[in-house]
């Protein structure tokens, strides 16, 4: 498999095409982990969405991203490094970026982000952890988004719809049999399709974690981290 570092790359240069494209990918997929973190950092909602929008803000201002080199290691790594020194030295400059600012594509998914904070599982975590395991549900949730539109693009949304829950369960006794019906398969036929699912799923995330990684060699490295953030 190739490595998709050229994702953070491109992010990076500031007159090549698709930048614009590459920088709304990271920063939608980034968005939410750094808000929970900042947010157990100790900062109020307000302030934390104020402290992203102005990190992403002065990460594009200054082009920190022009500063990484592909045997750098990781993206995550790199971001978390860079909040960091946001946050202590740099809080007062970012005002004037405040909630888009000068950015407008740099915002909120959806808005909601102190609502999914509030029903984060009550854990002792501290910022470093609950960044670790946000980063992870994000990579899962990006590779479930990418199978879901693969399937919907082949006119598999039924099969989507009924054997996608089998993705985060093993199936129990019967439970094969009993979904067979509505996708007029017999219950042997329906694992088959559970397997090419899962085995699908699987080559998403490890795309997805390729992204931000620099060597394929990376990979499974992150694999274990990733699974290791969801233990907790």
């Known amino acids: ?37 900042v947010r157990r950092r100790g900062h109020g909602p307000e302030d934390a969405q104020d402290l992203t929008q ?22 995550r790594s790199f971001l978390i490094v860079a909040l960091n020194r946001f946050l202590a030295n740099e809080y007062d400059r970012s005002q004037a970026a405040k909630r888009g600012g ?16 509030l029903q984060e599982p009550a854990m002792d975590e501290t910022p470093e952890r609950m960044f670790e395991r946000r980063w992870a549900l994000a990579v899962l949730d990006a590779a479930l988004k990418r199978l879901r539109e693969e399937m919907l693009a082949a006119g598999k ?14 199936a129990g006794p019967g439970d094969y049999a009993q979904v067979a019906p509505a996708l007029g398969m017999t219950a042997g036929a329906v694992g088959v399709a559970v397997h090419r699912l899962r085995q699908r799923y699987r080559a998403l995330v490890r795309e997805e974690i390729g992204r931000t990684v620099s060597s394929p060699a990376q990979i499974d490295e992150e694999l274990r981290h990733l699974f290791a953030a969801l233990r907790g």
């Open 102 to 117: 000068q950015i407008s594509f740099v915002s909120p998914q959806t808005g909601d982000e102190e609502t999914r904070y």
């Open 1 to 37: 498999m190739t490595t998709q570092w050229n994702v953070v790359l491109l992010a990076s240069k500031a007159d090549s095409p698709g930048n614009a494209e590459a920088l709304q990918e990271l920063c939608r997929a980034y968005w939410y982990p750094l808000y929970a973190y």
């Open 157 to 170: 949304a039924r099969p989507h719809d009924v054997l996608s829950p089998f993705l985060s369960r093993e």
């Open 54 to 75: 102005g990190f992403f803000a002065r990460l594009l201002e200054k082009q920190w991203l022009a500063d990484i080199e592909p045997e750098g290691g990781r993206f």
